[in-house]
């Protein structure tokens, strides 16, 4: 007992310093998308969730029911060339939403409302898509 004391007594005279720790760790990080109860509510509303959906009238494919006047602008503007096909792809098809998606910051009315057109329809797509949030 009195040697534990002792050394006790010993090693608060010693300046011991913790060495600082200076990192950042992270154990485990997952991505995540705030657009994705969005996403969610407009594959709904356009296709009812079905990939393989074509609206042969509109020419839109897909679960997003990309038209190709929307995929044209999207391979302008990025530099991609992807094809009507392509829109089948629920991958390809979330990127070319999402792209315009971000012009409209966080906003899911104003990127619903621009998603599906203008004017007046938007409307009642508007409240489709904000039932299905």
């Not at 485990?28 to 509510?41: S, T």
């Not at 966080?106 to 009642?124: C, L, P, Y």
């Amino acid at each position: 007992m009195k040697q534990i004391l002792l050394f006790t007594l010993l090693m608060l005279g010693l300046n011991v310093y913790a060495p600082e720790n200076r990192g950042l760790y992270v154990l485990r990080a997952d991505a995540v998308n705030i657009y994705e109860p969005l996403i969610r509510a407009v594959v709904m509303v356009e296709s009812n969730g079905d990939l393989w959906a074509l609206n042969v009238k509109e020419q839109a494919t897909g679960a997003f029911q990309i038209r190709p006047c929307r995929l044209v602008h999207f391979n302008k503007l990025t530099g991609k060339r992807y094809v009507m096909p392509d829109m089948f792809n629920y991958t390809k098809a979330r990127e070319v939403f999402l792209y315009f998606a971000v012009w409209y910051d966080r906003d899911f009315e104003v990127i619903a409302r621009n998603w599906n057109g203008s004017g007046s329809m938007t409307d009642d797509y508007w409240n489709r898509v904000k039932d299905k949030l």
